[in-house]
């Protein structure tokens, strides 16, 4: 299936040729909203507690993470009964000394309890079947007004990360763990290596040095196979363990190994390169509200939905642009919303010819008469992880543009330059191939200009 791709070169497939398939995904598409999971699509409950149920109300979607289609998981008020759902790989792998799992999935908490001391983790990879031994552990726990994420191998007892997660947002989470030398004594019952990443960016396999937690700590985390030879790696479970379980959702489940690090990474192929969005901004010109965005590739691509919501409703289509289908040339696009007599936000949805989608980031417009003066507002979010948006507004017509330099002057990414009519603007900013940092970004036109900071932090 061809993943879509937008704004940001999350992920590339790679270009080495794996020799796997990929060992598991799971998108939930097509399963039956407000209904549970287990019963649907091979999953199977174990267990007297919850289960969890799928949805189809609010999808999560992450740029360069393609989420198939709208349904996803959600995971309600945990219990004191524990449970458990899980799903077992059309083939189990059962050479695991010197191998590498690699799993992948969209992560939205709306709430999480403090969790150090109850202990509960709530996603794992385990042997196949009904069995209840797992591995490569994940947790969250309470911090400060967010959220932040923990691993183990085996122990019940997490290494956290310092990030402080936002609530209500989603994030792709990515979980290593390396099978090394096998055993029940130490050396080998503690030389395993699992690793945790949040939103990891870049073309490659994320290095180990980035990750946000690492579970390599000897003689107090045994490994997965340190208490015995395993039979296989053959289920992705998702637990309730107790009331340190987060409330929230997930999605686009994704289980790839391999002999390396490498290997696995490529089998789980996170994202490939049909469509890499370039810009993409709204302006509201004489009542009307015109789209403007451009991709700088594509692949099989059929074209884009126009959505857009009220603040007070959901994105509803309201037209649609052909796409170009697969081309390497920098491709121009535009929609003009009619007569529009509110605020509204838009965003593209794009559409493969076998069906699959994403969305863009997007971009609010307030509908208003023309703007009396030449301004810039910050951009928003700020500080921002990898994307953020800048709004201006022109009195008059002009050649615009919008130019990121470093904290040395020097021009780093030059976002719009051309003519534009009098109006408002929000133009969405990529910033996945700068370096964490204070930056400066100015506006000229007409010989005016207005310059501000803002802070990409990685």
């Known amino acids: 299936m061809m993943k879509n791709y937008f704004l940001s070169i999350l992920f590339l497939l790679l270009a080495s040729a794996s020799n796997f398939g990929q060992t598991f995904s799971d998108d939930f598409t097509g399963l039956t909203v407000a209904t549970n999971l287990a019963g649907q699509s091979n999953w199977i409950k174990g267990g007297s507690g919850p289960d969890v149920t799928i949805d189809n109300t609010t999808p999560l979607t992450y740029e360069g993470y393609s989420s198939g289609g709208a349904e996803y998981v959600v995971m309600g008020t945990p219990t004191g009964t524990s449970s458990r759902v899980y799903k077992t790989f059309a083939t189990p792998v059962t050479s695991l000394v010197n191998t590498t799992f690699y799993y992948s999935f969209l992560l939205n908490v709306s709430s999480a309890a403090d969790n150090v001391s109850t202990k509960n983790y709530f996603m794992s990879l385990g042997v196949s079947g009904a069995s209840t031994s797992y591995?490569?552990?994940?947790?969250?726990?309470?911090?400060?007004?967010?959220?932040?994420?923990?691993?183990?191998?085996?122990?019940?007892t997490a290494v956290y990360g310092t990030t402080v997660?936002?609530?209500?947002?989603?994030?792709?989470?990515?979980?290593?763990?390396?099978?090394?030398?096998?055993?029940?004594?130490?050396?080998?019952?503690?030389?395993?290596?699992?690793?945790?990443?949040?939103?990891?960016?870049?073309?490659?396999?994320?290095?180990?040095?980035?990750?946000?937690?690492t579970a390599v700590v000897a003689g107090t985390d045994t490994d997965f196979d340190g208490y015995g030879a395993l039979a296989d790696v053959g289920n992705f479970v998702w637990h309730n363990r107790g009331l340190g379980n987060p409330v929230g959702a997930f999605d686009a489940l994704r289980v790839g190994y391999g002999a390396s690090s490498a290997d696995a990474w490529t089998d789980l192929n996170p994202g490939a390169l049909p469509v890499e969005m370039a810009t993409f901004s709204a302006n509201s010109v004489n009542g009307d509200v015109e789209l403007v965005w451009q991709t700088a590739t594509e692949k099989n691509n059929n074209g884009f939905n126009i959505e857009r919501k009220s603040a007070s409703g959901e994105f509803v289509k309201i037209g649609f642009v052909k796409g170009n289908g697969t081309t390497s040339e920098l491709s121009s696009y535009s929609f003009t919303d009619k007569n529009?007599?509110?605020?509204?936000?838009?965003?593209?949805?794009?559409?493969?010819?076998?069906?699959?989608?994403?969305?863009?980031?997007?971009?609010?417009?307030?509908a208003s008469t023309l703007p009396t003066t030449f301004a810039m507002a910050q951009n928003f979010p700020n500080p921002f992880n990898p994307s953020t948006s800048i709004s201006y507004s022109l009195p008059q017509p002009g050649v615009v543009t919008l130019i990121i330099f470093n904290t040395l002057g020097q021009?780093?990414?030059?976002?719009?330059?051309?003519?534009?009519?009098?109006?408002?603007?929000?133009?969405?900013?990529?910033?996945?191939?700068?370096?964490?940092?204070?930056?400066?970004?100015?506006?000229?036109?007409n010989g005016q200009s207005i310059s501000k900071k803002m802070l990409l932090l990685k």
Not at 135 to 154: Q, W
Not at 341 to 356: A, M, P, V
Not at 415 to 437: C, H, I, P, W
Request: hydrophobic letters at 35%.
């Open 411 to 445: 021009k780093v990414k030059e976002v719009v330059n051309g003519f534009q009519e009098a109006g408002s603007y929000t133009v969405s900013l990529n910033a996945s191939d700068l370096s964490s940092g204070n930056y400066i970004y100015n506006v000229s036109v």
């Open 340 to 366: 529009v007599k509110e605020n509204y936000s838009y965003r593209l949805k794009q559409i493969d010819f076998d069906g699959t989608f994403a969305y863009s980031n997007i971009v609010n417009v307030s």
């Open 165 to 213: 997660l936002e609530f209500n947002k989603t994030y792709v989470i990515v979980v290593r763990y390396t099978f090394n030398a096998t055993g029940t004594v130490a050396p080998e019952k503690y030389d395993d290596e699992a690793y945790l990443w949040v939103n990891p960016q870049g073309a490659t396999e994320p290095l180990t040095s980035t990750a946000e937690c």
């Open 135 to 156: 591995g490569a552990k994940l947790f969250t726990t309470a911090n400060g007004a967010g959220y932040s994420m923990g691993l183990s191998k085996t122990t019940n």
